[in-house]
């Protein structure tokens, strides 16, 4: 049997004039968001070497590996950043032009990536210290999705640094994707930074964290949502979260002027709208939940038992 | 060296003939998970021209390649639908034969591609309004996960209002485990909706949003676990949300005559089994957690700090 | 224009240098990750046959088929447990020969899946029996992510219950990945288990689970976070929870010697640290969340209404 191609696409094209914001046709090409996954899992290699190839990789080929891989990173990351440019504009203090922009933001990148290698080095201290599920560093680096969603993070933050549009948020939504942990690149995260089961957990684009800062999954670092919107875009709207403080499963800490001091520890499930002083201990009221048996309730029999 | 393969084998199938339930042999055949993704990839591309193809797409060559688009993605459509109803049955009201059945929801389906738009329009407005991060629609529809997880839905209510049978829980389910995000096809959602981060977020299947919904990360619209289990099956389990309401991160609501009026807010963490009338605030008894310094709680010592 | 490669290459190996902790070079293979998931992606075809499968399976080929893929897989499996031998060692109480350790170990493991199978065949029915919301049992096993969660689980636990390092983790994390939910493979749990939604549940490593348990999303049984850090490898730091059980979305349960008492419930958003006896009703203070009216609340107006 046939379809009725004509009318159906008679009725979209129709549908595509009158809803015109959510095509993209005519313009510049956005950044790939294939590419841009198969940049990002090369620049995971490059941090980790020897840890996601199949192959063992020799100390006497590294050299040449390394090269190799570096410039096939380096033609295919300009690109995108280039398209990223052309769709939404250079940053302020370089080149007006997308094509040297781009190629100059490309380079910048990868002189960073030894910086970024110190710090997750302290985070794969933090994750093998702070769980002892964990048996060895290299199961850390190998299974945990956290550090994944940190290293990907990491870069992403350093391409948002440098005003590279779009491109480092694509990175950061393929992490959250695989990992469940949404960073925004924005996020400023200190070292020794650990995250436990990471599914669930929001860290939003103006939080501040200091070093050895501890999550579990489920925690929000959240904006107050305000009518606002739009016009709050650049304020801080997002908590600061200082040294070694530690916030269990399912927190929620709202708001710009939102100070966890430091050494401080937040009990799961607690809702937080304040700051509060450093050594704190911030639990549900009390501490308490009603315990009761099911027979003194009956008005909830109908719970399954 | 050789492995008992023979005797593996043995086992394995007096398994397979003890334990039928699991099995699935000699049936209909199943709709192909491979094959639904494929599909649904397809149906994200004409639903948002432009926005996930590599190449630019000129408006000049528009018509052909929806044309194109649509005539491959209505066969084999048509044949997913099939394979459903061969295993589960055709909907009441139209064909009792699988293949015309087949056919015409496939052609159905395809001609509400339009009014699908005009909702998704209204969804990428409500995530840019409301998220001062997103600094372009651009960037909404690329990067939000959002997105394709409304997307996603969307569709697949239309599917499963016609009475499609699996298929549509296959698009979601590939949607929730790309974005975190669980709802159900059967769930009805308003216009202008917008979920923050979506991981963790569940909309049950008898679920009631109108407009202008906001809700976080965490969320659950649920139903009350119930001895009496598949007997409740068609019943309205899961709770109604009027509009304007706005739903922080890991709130539970529970039930399905549970109301949340028009226009409340409803803070992180609330666990509400109750309806609330319009206008209301819901939070936490008092908005209060208990914070203390930690040398006053010894008995918490063993926190880390 | 070029990119100065040899200035890149000189820096990054520098940094290789400099942070040995996060590179693998010259050691013994590490397991592969895309193998280990084919692998998985093969054990589940065997254990739900014909599901998963792109054409139908007649009984007639069903011998020939089985012991073609076991036959596949054994090999594949054995290079697997091999590699990860290699690099942590073999386990206590069989070869200390990793060639013939690895062949042993898989060939013990393919004995297994009538068992694992019978398990999961309990915890379908669960999910059936547990959520209206499913038509069939077919719906349950093609759609829902607890069951391919659960069913990597139980192969991952007979796994680390021989001993075998690493692999199974690399399994449960590809689960955890495309689910949501993080089980770690030494949990033990019943028959008959279901958890709905899935995303954001997390199970540790020592957790016991009896028969007849049903969790929904966000659930977490987790352990303290304490300052001992890896001295507590070895200990049980995880809940126990009894026999018919039901924990609500985003409960949070912790610590080792915390037992939920059988027929207990547990409802969303509480976070328990300490047993409760059977039959409890467990619930946040009074079940009171404050309502009010927004107008009274003026401290409260940059609420979105």
């Not at 933001?105 to 710090?119: D, G, I, M, S």
């Not at 210290?129 to 048996?135: Q, S, T, W």
């Not at 948002?160 to 924005?186: C, F, K, N, Y």
Request: charged residues 20%.
């Amino acid at each position: 049997m046939n379809y009725p191609i004509k009318d159906l696409t008679v009725a979209l094209l129709a549908s595509y004039r009158r809803h015109g914001g959510i095509n993209h046709l005519d313009g510049a090409n956005l950044p790939s968001r294939a590419g841009v996954v198969a940049i990002t899992s090369d620049l995971l290699r490059l941090v980790f070497p020897g840890f996601f190839d199949d192959q063992v990789v020799h100390s006497s080929e590294l050299q040449a590996e390394t090269a190799l891989r570096l410039d096939s990173v380096a033609g295919r990351l300009e690109d995108e950043i280039y398209k990223s440019l052309g769709c939404f504009g250079c940053p302020e203090g370089g080149s007006r032009d997308p094509r040297p922009a781009a190629h100059d933001l490309a380079t910048r990148f990868l002189r960073q990536l030894p910086e970024v290698r110190e710090l997750l080095q302290t985070d794969v201290e933090a994750a093998f210290e702070g769980d002892p599920a964990a048996r060895t560093r290299e199961e850390v680096i190998v299974a945990y999705p956290f550090i994944e969603a940190i290293a990907v993070h990491r870069m992403a933050h350093v391409l948002h640094g440098q005003g590279v549009p779009l491109l480092p948020r694509i990175m950061s939504e393929w992490a959250h994707s695989r990992t469940g942990m949404d960073i925004h690149p924005g996020a400023t995260i200190g070292s020794h930074f650990f995250v436990d089961h990471c599914t669930g957990t929001v860290i939003g684009e103006t939080s501040h964290l200091g070093s050895h800062v501890k999550l579990y999954q489920g925690v929000g670092l959240v904006a107050r949502s305000l009518a606002a919107g739009q016009a709050l875009r650049g304020t801080k709207r997002h908590p600061t979260v200082e040294d070694r403080v530690t916030i269990y499963a399912n927190a929620t800490i709202v708001g710009g002027d939102t100070v966890i001091g430091a050494d401080s520890t937040v009990g799961a499930n607690v809702f937080l709208m304040h700051s509060v002083p450093p050594a704190s201990l911030v639990l549900m009221e009390d501490f308490r939940v009603r315990v009761t048996h099911k027979r003194e309730r009956p008005g909830t029999v109908d719970f399954q038992i």
